[in-house]
């Protein structure tokens, strides 16, 4: 069955630099979620969207930016990136159809290192 | 405010041990509930949820999980623990808009 699929895996930036992950969520499903994970930590949300409108905010830097396609597909776009923003970068979508509060399904993540 | 508590930061159980790993959640409105694994630098994957209905439900891998609204508890269970079980276990809260994560239970499985 398909899955929800990240691009890239890993992403090695330098300081300043900026970075866009790549979130293709399961088809048909209309519900697509940001997490970010450092090392040792539980995911933390970052953003969410429903049929391509911010549904919800998280602990979000302002120096990142996210959108939903009309595709469904999701790109999270970060700039001045810090060092501390070196993390696993989850994605996750669900179907609103099903139900309310379904399951979501996580992508493998982006493992960004910023040096 | 929704938030979930994983009071147990690390837990070591030996292969073919009973294993119980506690969750308590926060939150105003009914629980949806959900229980994930992660292996080291890998994603979450779903181990079993809770939308309504029997309070005890069975997940993959021979996990089940029994929510008790009186304690606010969703604990995740197995009757005997395989050396494959060995990672992050993550409780989870949906409010709709985003999962709340608890921080986290770390399992070793020793021989």
């Known amino acids: 069955a398909a899955g929800v699929i990240q691009s890239p895996r890993h992403l090695i930036k330098e300081k300043r630099e900026t970075a866009t992950l790549k979130c293709y969520p399961i088809?048909?499903?209309?519900?697509v979620y940001w997490y970010q994970q450092g090392p040792g930590q539980d995911p933390q949300f970052l953003i969410s969207?429903?049929?391509?409108?911010?549904?919800d905010k998280g602990s979000i830097p302002d120096r990142f930016s996210a959108q939903q396609f009309s595709d469904y597909h999701s790109e999270l776009n970060m700039s001045s990136l810090e060092l501390g923003d070196s993390a696993l970068y989850f994605c996750a979508s669900s179907s609103r159809e099903t139900g309310w509060n379904t399951e979501a399904f996580f992508g493998q993540g982006t493992r960004l290192t910023v040096v | 405010a929704q938030s979930v508590t994983q009071p147990d930061i690390h837990i070591t159980v030996s292969e073919g041990a009973s294993l119980e790993l506690r969750c308590n959640y926060s939150?105003?409105?009914?629980?949806?509930l959900f229980w994930y694994v992660q292996s080291p630098g890998q994603g979450l994957q779903l181990l079993l949820k809770?939308?309504?209905?029997?309070?005890l439900v069975q997940g993959i891998k021979g996990f089940e999980a029994e929510f008790k609204r009186s304690q606010s508890s969703f604990n995740l269970r197995k009757p005997s623990v395989h050396w494959s079980d060995a990672a992050e276990y993550f409780c989870?809260?949906?409010?709709?808009?985003?999962?709340?994560f608890g921080t986290g239970t770390s399992l070793t499985v020793i021989p």
């Open positions: 969207f429903y049929e391509k409108m911010q549904s």
């Open positions: 939150y105003g409105a009914t629980p949806y």
């Open positions: 088809p048909r499903h209309d519900t």
């Open positions: 989870a809260v949906n409010t709709g808009n985003q999962f709340y």
């Open positions: 809770y939308f309504s209905g029997d309070t």
